[in-house]
């Protein structure tokens, strides 16, 4: 017989019921009244750290803030970045396998680098470095060996991605990663401080203007065979430096097997004696001094100029006089000195040490040599360095002589900073204002009537000097070597930018009419420089403005006599 337990149905009260239904309700209330609470607290909290707490924050922003300051252009545009890069490192006591299996390997990877240094490398002492800054697919192919005596590190890279442009504007690092050369060498502080790494450096450098330099520069050395070159764009009213091109250049990413020598910035540590491109510098003190007075005055160039025991001579004699204008125009050193000679070594050192040429030339950069200042300062070197022989300076030197006569007289020194729109330098005046006035008529006939046709770019109003110098050697001046120099200036209605192209010991060949004359060489350059870069200044060809010459048209010699 069995027997079935059951159990008896509950049975709640309509009470009870209403009872277990408050104190459920009340549960409820309790959590959300917690929650409301909590949500209360957390957004007093948030509130507080908005407005009342100044601690600084430790993660967040800072955790982007580079190893190094980038370094742009006045536009924004990258040139220096530092970046997480892949190493290669070998540590020989670990290797497993055969070095000279490894060896014949990584010469397939890496076929750039001879065999018997990785040879070296694998049965060395110590752990050494495969490659730095490897690509990824070279760290795969080394990786896919198999080799457990290879590591890979990550190591902060500078980077320079536009490979070669303004190398020697930017500079380069050394194996410690500090600032060598450049802007990396200059403000090589600014650049790690924790302070203002998270800021890039901007240059005054316009990439695109850079690019047009260069290209434009090195062409010309490629086709005249020539050593190397100089060029620098500057604002005539900042002092900013829009380019600057050194050649022959290098690339500062790979700095492994490159030359030494092309690491050197010819704009601002070479030194030069510019020859002609010094003589609208004379004329425009003796303008000042009251030493020329009239543009109508002749001066006797039939024959050479004889003076303790030397003889100066014009390179292209026609065997007349030559008034103010003719002079620049034909490039007379007859005259040059002559004018020179009544200035006076007094005014002339003036003037020349008023343009800083007895010291290094302003600029931020490190690299900057001292000129050749004569030793002996007597009368005939008064007259030569009036004609740019017997004291050399470099090109960046006189680039801001001619910001100074063509801007209305204030000299600046240059600055490789973008200003934006900070005020730039006061300045000092250094020649008058209506001397820098008439010498922006007498560079716009240079170009228009005399030696610098070549370098006229229609509607931009180019002006500007050329100049042909001999270089100085043992014994002597080389007359086989010559510097060809085009200094000059657009627009010359109200100029904005000076350009100066230096071609070094240019040959005479076809592609130059077999001349090595500036006029040939170099002003041709800063004609094409000109009629690409000017629009990207801010400067357009417009052939409605002009220079008002017509005051001293009158006094040109043609067609055997003076109109």
């Known amino acids: 017989m069995n027997t079935v337990v059951v159990r008896p149905t509950r049975i709640r009260t309509a009470g009870v019921r209403q009872q277990l239904l408050l104190t459920a309700q009340q549960r409820l209330m309790i959590l959300m009244l917690l929650f409301m609470a909590a949500i209360f607290f957390v957004s007093l909290r948030l509130l507080y750290f908005a407005v009342f707490d100044t ?28 970046i997480d890069g892949y190493s290669i490192r070998v540590v020989p006591s670990k290797l497993l396998n055969d070095r000279e299996y490894l060896a014949d390997e990584l010469a397939k990877i890496f076929p750039d680098t001879p065999r018997a240094e990785f040879l070296a490398k694998l049965t060395g002492p110590r752990a050494t470095y495969i490659r730095r800054r490897a690509l990824p697919d070279q760290v795969a192919a080394v990786n896919a060996i198999g080799e457990i005596g290879f590591d890979f590190p990550r190591e902060k890279e500078r980077l320079y991605p536009q490979l070669s442009l303004a190398a020697h504007t930017l500079g380069f690092l050394n194996a410690e990663g500090q600032g060598v050369t450049g802007m990396e060498g200059a403000f090589n502080d600014r650049l790690t401080d924790a302070a203002t790494r998270g800021q890039p450096l901007a240059l005054s450098v316009d990439a695109r203007v850079q690019g047009v330099l260069e290209s434009e520069l090195g062409s010309a050395v490629t086709n005249l065979e020539a050593l190397g070159g100089a060029g620098i764009i500057l604002d005539v009213h900042t002092g900013e ?272 009419s077999g001349q090595r004359t500036a006029g040939w060489t170099a002003a041709p350059v800063v004609r094409k420089v000109v009629m690409r870069a000017g629009p990207m200044l801010g400067v357009f060809p417009d052939e409605s403005r002009d220079v008002d010459v017509s005051e001293l048209t009158p006094l040109l010699w043609k067609n055997g006599e003076a109109e």
């Open 55 to 82: 601690t600084p924050q430790r993660g967040g922003a800072s955790a982007f803030v580079p190893a190094r300051a980038d370094i742009v252009d006045r536009n924004g545009v990258p040139l220096a970045r530092t």
């Open 241 to 512: 430096v829009l380019a600057m091109a050194s050649l022959p250049t290098f690339n500062p990413n790979k700095l492994t097997g490159s030359d030494p020598a092309t690491r050197r910035n010819a704009v601002t540590y070479n030194l030069y004696e510019l020859g002609s491109t010094f003589k609208p510098l004379t004329v425009a003190a003796a303008i000042d001094a009251g030493t020329v007075t009239s543009m109508a005055r002749r001066y006797d160039a039939t024959k050479p100029l004889a003076i303790a025991g030397f003889r100066i001579r014009d390179s292209h004699p026609a065997g007349r006089w030559y008034n103010v204008p003719e002079t620049l125009i034909h490039s007379s050193n007859i005259v040059t000195a002559q004018i020179a000679d009544e200035l006076g070594r007094e005014k002339m050192e003036v003037m020349f040490r008023s343009l800083d040429f007895d010291k290094r030339p302003g600029i931020e950069l490190k690299e900057r040599a001292f000129p050749l200042w004569p030793r002996d300062w007597g009368r005939v070197t008064t007259m030569t360095t009036g004609y740019g022989h017997g004291i050399a300076v470099t090109p960046l030197h006189l680039a801001s002589a001619y910001a100074a006569l063509v801007n209305g007289g204030i000299y600046r020194p240059a600055t490789m900073l973008k200003l934006g729109d900070q005020a730039p330098p006061q300045g000092r005046r250094v020649f008058k204002a209506s001397t820098s006035a008439r010498m922006r008529q007498l560079l716009r006939l240079i170009v228009s009537d005399g030696t610098g046709k070549q370098a006229e770019a229609p509607g931009f109003r180019v002006g500007g000097k050329t100049g042909s110098a001999e270089k100085p050697g043992i014994g002597g001046y080389n007359r086989t070597a010559v510097v060809a120099t085009f200094a000059a200036a657009f627009p010359m209605d109200n100029p904005r930018y000076v350009i100066i192209a230096m071609i070094d010991q240019p040959k005479g060949n076809a592609y130059s």
